[in-house]
């Protein structure tokens, strides 16, 4: 289990959460490729996985965007190709954990 801030609050993070955030959080405005993100928070059997990854996703953007309604803020689709964190975006999520 792991934390996220976002504007000074904290937001828990399921393990599977806070594996998949870390991926684009340790290369912050570099995109980590789906196959990536996959492998290494469920495995190499599941890189194909992509419906799978995308609803974990959703959550970890309803837990940490601030942009209701909107387009994602700080998790960014780079459709066909895989997940990116913003690194300029504000207010971006922070880890612990």
Known sequence: MGLARRRGDVIPLTRTEWRLLRLPA??????????????????????????????????????LETNEGGPPVAIKTMQGIGYMLDAEATPGPSLSG
């Open 26 to 63: 340790e290369n912050a405005g570099k995109v980590t490729p789906t196959s990536k993100a996959l492998s290494t928070v469920w495995g190499p059997g599941h890189r194909g996985d992509v419906r799978y990854l995308r609803v974990w996703i959703s959550r970890l953007r309803r837990k």
